[in-house]
């Protein structure tokens, strides 16, 4: 584990110079070519030291740069998904209104035949002497029309959310079965 | 002598050390698990590279970005080209850095000063 070190060279000098330290032996001019050497080594690793750090705490400025660049790039990318669900909605809603209108259109179409064809000779029978009792029954059915638009449009709008967020469960399920399947593998 | 070839990976730098042509790649991305492991054999390489390294050697080096434990060898390799140039070869270090990456630029004007080594600060357009 020792020699598992990037400084183990510093280590190394260290070494030396407490090991010099446990001799009674030395002299004068041992002494002081080994204080030497240990003021050098000191002297080399200030310097490495000074430009590591430095070095380091410029590229975790770039690091931080890098990361406010990502976050302001996750944000514009939220918007523009933002946008484009409205648009999605929008366009749905629009789709199903016109879906709506046309079938409603063909049922007051189909009431109008009916009431002309069935209904009209019954109340001409029915009621000879009120002429009007076939109109208001006409104007019933061109009032309802509206509503009728109204809830068809909001009953088929009702549907295609339901549908639509199903669509987007499953593909949510699908996504994290794919995921824990790729952990499986990195595991295995 | 081999050359020395590493394939670079998202965390590794691709390293190609060519010991006829004198000319050492290093680029890519430097953030090893394990640095020690990833660096002493370049270092070695380098050791026995001294030893029959032609009249100039050209470092090009082309980092994106490197964690604090590379910057020390990376300070470690230019030792070792300092010991080829005092020894009497010439040596030329190349430092690549995207045109708008500033910070790569005055960390290779750092190395430039502390390793004593010949410089050349080369800037390219981003891909």
Redesign the interface.
């Known amino acids: 584990m020792a020699k ?4 183990q060279n510093e280590v190394d000098n260290l070494d030396q110079s407490k090991n010099f330290l446990k001799r009674d032996d030395y002299s004068q001019m041992e002494l002081q070519l080994e204080f030497k050497k240990l003021v050098e080594n000191y002297e080399e690793l200030i ?2 030291v000074k ?2 750090t ?3 705490d ?2 975790q ?3 931080n740069k890098t990361n406010d660049a990502l976050e302001n790039s996750n944000v514009q990318l939220a918007d523009l998904n933002n946008q484009l669900n409205n648009t999605i909605d929008q366009l749905t809603e629009a789709k199903i209104g016109r879906k709506a209108s046309t079938i409603v259109l063909f049922i007051a179409i189909g009431l109008f035949v009916v009431s002309e064809v069935l209904l009209e000779p019954i109340i001409d029978d029915a009621f000879k002497d009120n002429a009007y009792v076939g109109l208001i029954l006409k104007l019933v059915v061109a009032i309802l029309i509206k509503p009728g638009e109204d809830f068809a449009n909001k009953y088929m709008l009702k549907k295609a959310r339901k549908a639509q967020m199903k669509e987007q469960e499953e593909k949510m399920i699908k996504e994290k079965d794919q995921s824990s399947k790729k952990k499986r593998r990195k595991i295995i | 002598m081999d050359n020395l070839i590493i394939d670079g990976t998202r965390q590794t730098p691709e390293i190609n050390f060519d010991s006829e042509t004198g000319i050492l790649k290093l680029e890519g991305r430097s953030i090893p698990e394990n ?3 990833f ?1 002493t054999p370049v270092l070695n390489w380098l050791d026995e590279y001294a030893n029959s390294a032609p009249g100039k050697t050209i470092a090009k080096i082309n980092l994106e ?5 590379s ?3 990376i ?1 470690e390799i230019l030792k070792k080209l300092k010991v080829l140039l005092n020894d009497g070869k010439e040596v030329l270090v190349e430092w690549y850095y995207e045109e708008d ?1 500033e ?2 630029m ?2 290779g004007e ?2 430039e000063d ?1 390793s004593g080594l010949p410089f050349k600060i080369i800037s390219f357009e981003e891909e």
């Open positions: 598992q070190s990037i400084y310097d490495q430009i590591i430095k070095i380091s410029r590229l400025k770039k690091l | 640095t020690f492991e660096f970005y490197f964690n604090t434990s910057s020390k060898y300070l990456d910070e790569m005055e960390t750092d190395y502390v």
